[in-house]
């Protein structure tokens, strides 16, 4: 499809990272743009720094994980421009917390915002999408859609995104619906997803605690993003894609070929193997000697000052 002043584009967790480089990628491109995110300043932020670039905007405070509040911003969205085209599902986060024996709330968050979220945005602006011609949904996964091993939740929360995304994509095609869909998988990108803390909604309790050893895999990611690409070339990317109407972003080649290579073993039904390094970080095995260490240098401390 074409993007251009006739069309408005929706971008949820707008104020930051790969979200407020769509949304200036829209703007770019002369369309109207929507901005939804769940942080006041960084939303206000964005929101005036479009403008500034003479982008018609609209700003709405929205937490995506709440369907009351998706389906608040599609109905002041309708009110506003009189229609919506594209929705962009991207709002995400990173929890913390030991997947297997630290609190629940650490799955619970995760698949709120990038699962139920996700699914939020599909379901509530669908209609609006068909009743304003057709358009295009593109959902914000990840590598961690493709292949396992950055983090339980996560892992499965953008799975999830990855199966429904597909699913509806081959809905639509069935169906012959003017509606284009793409599935985003980056590696990793320059963005603010390693302090996705600062978003914990209060009514999950505390923040989980992370151990030594997530705490060191943290620092490595932490790393790995300063150093990923930027967002506006993901943006660019996804830009691309609606207009061409490809289904697949992937802006990250190198983990592609080792998500590729996880196929090749389920293909022959052979049991996991994870790589032994993951671009941008180091070898799986040094980062084990690392927390051991770090252990053996904790339990050593306790030894000697039990108190
Ligand atoms: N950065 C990476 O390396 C990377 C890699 C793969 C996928 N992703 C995905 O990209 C998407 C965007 O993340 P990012 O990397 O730009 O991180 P980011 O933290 O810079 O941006 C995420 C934005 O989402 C907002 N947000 C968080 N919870 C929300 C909620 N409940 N409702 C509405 N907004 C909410 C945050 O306030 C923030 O502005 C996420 O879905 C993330 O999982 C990121």
Not at 18 to 41: M, N, P, T
Not at 79 to 104: I, K, Q, T
Not at 158 to 176: C, F, G, P, Q, Y
Not at 228 to 252: C, N, S, T
Request: some cysteine; glycine content about 10%.
């Amino acid at each position: 499809m074409e993007l251009d002043s006739t069309k408005v584009a929706v971008v949820t967790g707008a104020a930051s990272g790969i979200g407020r480089a769509l949304a200036e990628s829209f703007g770019r491109a002369g369309c109207k743009v929507v901005l939804a995110d769940v942080q006041d300043d960084p939303l206000a932020e964005t929101d005036a720094a479009l403008q500034a670039q003479g982008v018609e905007t609209l700003a709405i405070k929205t937490d995506v994980s709440k369907l009351d509040q998706v389906e608040a911003l599609a109905q002041q969205t309708i009110e506003r421009f009189g229609g919506v085209h594209v929705v962009c599902n991207n709002a995400g986060v990173a929890a913390p917390g030991d997947p297997w024996m630290g609190p629940l709330e650490s799955w619970e968050w995760t698949m709120g915002v990038n699962f139920w979220g996700v699914l939020y945005g599909m379901r509530t602006f669908l209609p609006h999408i068909f009743m304003s011609g057709g358009g295009h949904v593109v959902n914000t996964a990840s590598m961690a859609g493709i292949m396992p091993g950055f983090s339980p939740a996560y892992d499965a929360s953008k799975h999830a995104v990855v199966a429904i995304t597909e699913d509806l994509h081959n809905t639509l095609t069935a169906a012959e619906m003017p509606i284009g869909v793409s599935c985003v998988c980056p590696g990793w990108v320059r963005t603010g997803i390693v302090e996705s803390d600062r978003n914990w909604p209060s009514e999950l309790g505390e923040l989980p605690t992370s151990d030594i050893g997530q705490e060191i895999t943290r620092n490595h990611v932490r790393r790995a993003i300063d150093e990923g690409m930027q967002p506006g070339a993901v943006a660019d990317l996804v830009l691309d894609a609606i207009k061409e109407d490809r289904f697949w972003v992937f802006p990250h080649p190198d983990f592609l070929e080792l998500a590729v290579e996880r196929f090749h073993r389920v293909g022959e039904s052979l049991n996991p193997d994870p790589p032994e390094q993951v671009p941008g970080m180091p070898p799986r095995s040094t980062i084990a000697a690392e927390v051991m260490t770090a252990m053996a240098q904790e339990a050593a401390e306790v030894a000697t000052d039990p108190n």
